[in-house]
């Protein structure tokens, strides 16, 4: 079974995962968390993401705006990044380019998809496909956040809006996704 804590892979086994990736994932499911709250239909964000602990150790200004005061080794805090232009979102992260200071990053956002079956009727006009799946009946909408670090721990949780308790999680949810990350960490 798929919980929010515990996301599960595709086979719905509990990934087996290394510390840098758990702790990668704990800050992601906890982002998952904070977008939930907001509901749905709501525009990508992106996050910067820096060791908790060099937060308190450098900055404790920004510890104390962010009500920081202690922190467990490996843990992230993530700090939104409210200038993010999302009306093209790749063209977007193409321009970003993180200071030394940001040791990962993370993105969520939402996405519609339909049935394979239904795939075959999709209008070859990208306006009109918008449209068809929008519309469609069997249109299922899905929220991923999905992270990178410059060690190279990658790791994506997802949602779907019609089952919004259950939590599917794995480092090659959204590959393609957390390759683009990466690269604004180069």
């Known amino acids: 079974m798929l919980t929010p804590d515990e996301p599960t892979d595709a086979t719905g086994e509990e990934p087996d995962l290394d510390p840098a990736t758990s702790a990668l994932a704990a800050a992601l499911i906890e982002l998952d968390r904070h977008?939930?709250?907001?509901?749905?239909?709501?525009?990508?964000?992106?996050?910067?993401?820096?060791?908790?602990?060099?937060?308190?150790?450098?900055?404790?200004?920004?510890?104390?705006?962010?009500?920081?005061?202690?922190?467990?080794?490996?843990?992230?805090?993530?700090i939104e990044q409210t200038d993010f232009v999302t009306d093209d979102v790749l063209e977007s992260l193409q321009q970003v380019q993180w200071p030394e200071a940001v040791k990962g990053c993370a993105l969520a956002l939402e996405r519609s998809f339909l049935p394979a079956a239904a795939e075959e009727d999709l209008p070859e006009d990208p306006e009109q496909?918008?449209?068809f799946v929008e519309n469609h009946p069997d249109r299922q909408d899905?929220?991923?956040v999905v992270g990178v670090t410059r060690a190279g721990a990658a790791y994506g949780v997802g949602r779907l809006s019609s089952s919004p308790e259950d939590l599917l999680g794995?480092?090659?949810?959204?590959?393609?996704?957390t390759s683009l990350l990466a690269t604004t960490l180069a």
């Open 35 to 78: 977008c939930q709250a907001e509901g749905w239909d709501v525009p990508p964000r992106l996050f910067a993401l820096v060791p908790t602990e060099e937060i308190l150790r450098d900055s404790p200004e920004v510890a104390q705006e962010f009500g920081i005061t202690e922190s467990v080794p490996g843990a992230w805090t993530a």
């Open 142 to 144: 899905l929220r991923l």
């Open 170 to 177: 794995g480092p090659e949810l959204a590959p393609g996704l």
């Open 129 to 131: 496909a918008q449209a």
